[in-house]
């Protein structure tokens, strides 16, 4: 696979809007803010949630919730997918019958931006998942995938109020998404792996929000073994990394990292003193993220 197969286009008119306003000193200006619309998701006859979202790309969003909400199983067909950008509504129709009338009232909200969801019975089968056992991460690809990430163009870099995530194989990025909320960004790279039959094993998936507990059921849920962020971890987080055996590495940025679980998985093949501190401009940027920009 190539470097960036998919990745933001911030010069997309659909995704932000220019607004009037004053800065601090009163003075006029014009910035650029992410747009957020209202996408109500149907699986076959159902009615799933209501999301807000960017707006791109809602056949992957709406794949991929349903995969990571245990409403799509790994051996459905999906015989459509419809959208309506007028109406604000996508369904996904699949081969096999679907009624989760009960599933729906087991709703928990999960502390992502724009009000994750997460349904009661998804911990019921994170504990059977198991994780890739052969998978690594080399200290090399890390370096060159935070750095090539962070210097690609992004409707966080034009805009702001939005998160990443990224799709890798050792050191290239695979696919980038953006929304705003992390949980959504994650959500269309599953409906994407899905789609496109792309296996997870010897992936590693690379965010800039921060490494909650939804974080990482996603990832497990996704199977892919290896999860990386430029920001900081949650309690919850990292005990449930620890759990799955998930490889989890936060504060990722330059030649600093910290790994708190899965540690078994890291070849340190990279010197860190031969490699340059982070430039001033991303550190701001993962300052940012962290923050819940």
């Known amino acids: 696979m190539s470097e960036f197969i998919i990745k933001p286009d911030p010069d997309d008119e659909r995704l932000s809007q220019l607004v009037d306003g004053i800065d601090q000193t009163g003075a006029r200006v014009e910035t650029r803010v992410v747009a957020e619309r209202a996408l109500t998701l149907f699986l076959n006859s159902q009615e799933v949630v209501t999301m807000m979202t960017i707006g791109d790309r809602p056949d992957l969003l ?11 199983r790994a051996d459905d067909t999906i015989t459509g997918i419809d959208h309506d950008e007028d109406l604000g509504v996508v369904v996904v129709r699949t081969e096999r019958a679907t009624d989760y009338e009960e599933k729906m009232k087991k709703r928990v909200r999960t502390s992502g931006c724009a009000q994750g969801t997460v349904f ?7 504990g059977e998942i198991t994780l890739a056992p052969d998978a690594k991460l080399k200290t090399s690809w890390l370096h060159e995938l935070t ?4 210097t690609a163009p992004s409707l966080y870099l ?3 109020a939005i998160h990443g ?16 909320g992390r949980h959504n960004a994650v959500d269309k790279i599953a409906g994407w792996m899905f789609l496109n039959g792309v296996s997870p094993d010897d992936k590693i998936f690379y965010t800039t929000g921060r490494l ?3 974080m990482v059921i996603k990832t497990v849920m996704m199977k892919i073994p290896v999860l990386v962020s430029r920001s900081g971890f949650t309690a919850w987080g990292v005990e449930l990394a620890r759990q799955a055996g998930l490889t989890l590495v936060g504060r990722a940025r330059g030649k600093r990292f910290l790994a708190l679980s899965g540690t078994d998985r890291i070849e340190f093949d990279l010197d860190p003193d031969s490699v340059e501190e982070e430039a001033p401009k991303h550190r701001r940027k993962g300052s940012l993220a962290e923050a819940g920009e």
């Not at 009661?120 to 994170?126: I, K, L, N, Y």
């Not at 750095?147 to 962070?150: F, G, M, Q, R, S």
């Not at 995530?165 to 705003?180: A, G, H, I, T």
């Open 62 to 72: 709406a794949v991929g919730y349903l995969l990571n909400q245990n409403m799509l």
């Open 120 to 126: 009661g019975d998804v911990m019921e089968s994170f």
């Open 147 to 150: 750095k090539k990430i962070n």
């Open 158 to 160: 034009t805009a702001g």
């Open 165 to 180: 995530c990224v799709l890798c194989q050792e050191d290239r990025p695979l696919v980038y998404m953006e929304d705003v």
């Open 212 to 214: 909650t507990s939804e």
